[in-house]
């Protein structure tokens, strides 16, 4: 007999018992408590698969977290750290220079399944690895902090003060310039979709070789397991070269480019506009939450995706892992070969 059974007995049998039945606890969501912890990674959409020589390293230190005792928020933090250091990828050193040609600015999102915790930076800037600021807003009342105000709130957490611009965003801004003097070979004229000029809202002219053009977005991001089945989730992104002056995406919304719960975990990347619009994590954990394993998750949201808008995503179940994008830089085309576009990598 269980205790709450034999107390009701009691009451009962003293008469102090209240009107009302007394009803037990709800059983515990299903957890992967038997399943070995992993970490899985992706580089950004379309990221080309040499990458998987930084993405295979990032989640094996987040592999390594967990062995240490951390929990899966830290192995996913500590495999998108590890991104956001390379300056090959969009996200902490090496996020993309925006149209003026000197400003970069970041988001990023954390999300722990156990809890529900979740914490997110928009548009900051001048920190290193805007994930561990996202993870300090998760243990404010706050969930999302923007702009010149996420900048502080990292000064006051002790981030200093770091300028991300490295040598590989600057060869990528180059060819942004290159793309508009029309000396770039094999590109589409997206830009032309809208008038970037009529909006320019940055301080100071437009540069004139950059009046219109249309960046390519990324995101890194990494959601992890570990030994008593909990989930985690975290992301990072640069965002777009062309866009407006404190431009947000899905990064650092709620339930569009991560979530985590008892189920599972999502880090999605693309095209943010579009992630947000369908809530895209959210959506492919609710397929977890019903069994769906994860790779068919990751492949049924790709499929209903529309076939020109970029979109990639891993994610993470009690008993499984998927991964993949609907865009491939090495065959340059979309294409429903999802597992074997992006750089993506497990570590298990």
């Known amino acids: 007999m269980s205790t709450l059974v034999a107390l009701t007995a009691v009451l009962l049998a003293s008469g102090s018992?209240?009107?009302?039945s007394v009803e037990p606890p709800a059983a515990p969501a299903p957890t992967a408590a038997r399943a070995p912890p992993a970490v899985v990674v992706h580089g950004g959409a379309g990221s080309a698969r040499v990458r998987m020589d930084a993405t295979g390293p990032a989640a094996q230190r987040g592999?390594?977290?967990l062995r240490g005792g951390g929990s899966a928020l830290d192995a996913a933090i500590a495999a998108v750290v590890r991104l956001e250091d390379d300056c090959r990828f969009n996200a902490g050193t090496g996020a993309n220079i925006r149209m003026d040609g000197k400003t970069v600015q970041m988001d990023a999102a954390v999300m722990d399944g156990a809890t529900g915790g979740f914490g997110?930076?928009?548009a900051i800037e001048r920190v290193k690895n805007p994930v561990l600021v996202a993870r300090k807003v998760m243990e404010t009342p706050h969930l999302l902090v923007?702009?010149?105000?996420?900048t502080r709130f990292a000064r006051a957490m002790g981030f200093r003060d770091h300028d991300p611009i490295c040598p590989e965003s600057r060869a990528r801004y180059a060819r942004v310039r290159r793309i508009l003097s029309g000396k770039e070979q094999g590109t589409v004229p997206a830009w032309r979709r809208y008038d970037w000029r009529k909006a320019w809202n940055f301080p100071g002219p437009i540069p004139a070789e950059l009046k219109e053009a249309l960046g390519t977005p990324d995101t890194v991001g990494a959601v992890a397991r570990d030994a008593q089945g909990r989930f985690a989730a975290a992301i990072s992104t640069g965002g777009t070269t062309i866009t407006f002056y404190g431009r947000v995406g899905d990064v650092p919304i709620y339930a569009a480019g991560i979530y985590a719960g008892p189920h599972g975990a999502v880090a999605c990347t693309g095209n943010g506009e579009d992630i947000v619009k369908r809530l895209v994590a959210r959506t492919v954990y609710d397929d977890?939450?019903?069994?769906?394993p994860a790779q068919e998750a990751v492949e049924r949201a790709l499929a209903a995706f529309p076939p020109d808008v970029d979109l990639g995503l891993v994610a993470l179940s009690a008993d499984g892992e998927g991964g993949g994008c609907n865009y491939s830089a090495e065959r340059k085309a979309f294409d429903v070969r999802y597992r074997e576009n992006m750089a993506w990598s497990v570590a298990r």
């Open 17 to 20: 018992a209240p009107a009302a």
């Open 120 to 122: 997110a930076v928009a």
């Open 146 to 150: 923007v702009g010149d105000g996420a």
């Open 288 to 292: 977890l939450a019903r069994g769906t």
């Open 63 to 65: 592999l390594e977290v």
